[in-house]
């Protein structure tokens, strides 16, 4: 029988031990910002958080319950994952054809788009994500 002392160390020395994978309780922050390109409204910006290496969806939903005035909606698409359908109430439609384009500005560096949704989209910390409302 090992005492309680003998296990806190065992316990640590796992702890301690390279290759032995714990989990990271840091939140790594990200900001979102809203954007229109269709009319031309005033951007919104957001400050969200994801997990080490959440994906974008984490940060997102993070975003919905932390802040009541930002709110987003997706659809399941079957080969590819969670389609960005709303933001705060405006929907990408097919007749109109428009989207909201996903847009990435990592910190120092240049704006690009990503080639994978927000479902599989994994931030990095301080990224500045754009949700662009945009024509196609
Ligand atoms: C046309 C197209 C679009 C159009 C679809 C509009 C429409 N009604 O036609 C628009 C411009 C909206 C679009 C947007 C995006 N797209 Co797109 N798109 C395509 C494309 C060229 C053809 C799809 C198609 O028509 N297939 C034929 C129809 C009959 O099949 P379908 O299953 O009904 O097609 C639907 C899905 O493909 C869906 N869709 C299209 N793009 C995406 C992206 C994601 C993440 C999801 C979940 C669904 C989805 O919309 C189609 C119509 O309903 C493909 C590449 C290809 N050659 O296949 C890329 C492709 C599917 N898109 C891709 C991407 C990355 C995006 C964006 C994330 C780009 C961005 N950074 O903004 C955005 C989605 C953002 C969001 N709101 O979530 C990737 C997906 C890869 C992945 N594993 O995630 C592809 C494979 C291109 C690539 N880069 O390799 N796209």
Do not use: H
């Not at 840091?26 to 910006?45: A, D, H, Q």
């Not at 097919?94 to 910190?107: D, F, S």
């Amino acid at each position: 029988m090992m005492t309680p002392a003998l296990l806190s160390v065992a316990l640590l020395l796992l702890l301690l031990l390279p290759g032995v994978p714990s989990a990271d309780p840091t939140l790594y922050p990200i900001r979102v910002v809203v954007e229109n390109s269709v009319n031309n409204s005033p951007n919104k910006t957001y400050s969200t958080s994801v997990v080490y290496r959440g994906i974008l969806l984490g940060g997102l939903t993070r975003l919905q319950k932390s802040n009541k005035g930002f709110r987003f909606t997706y659809t399941q698409d079957p080969n590819y994952g969670p389609f960005l359908q709303s933001v705060n109430g405006l929907a990408g439609s097919q007749q109109k054809r428009t989207y909201w384009e996903l847009l990435v500005k990592p910190a120092n560096n240049q704006t690009f788009r990503p080639d994978v949704g927000i479902g599989c989209y994994i931030p990095n910390p301080n990224d500045l994500i754009i949700l662009n409302y945009a024509k196609y």
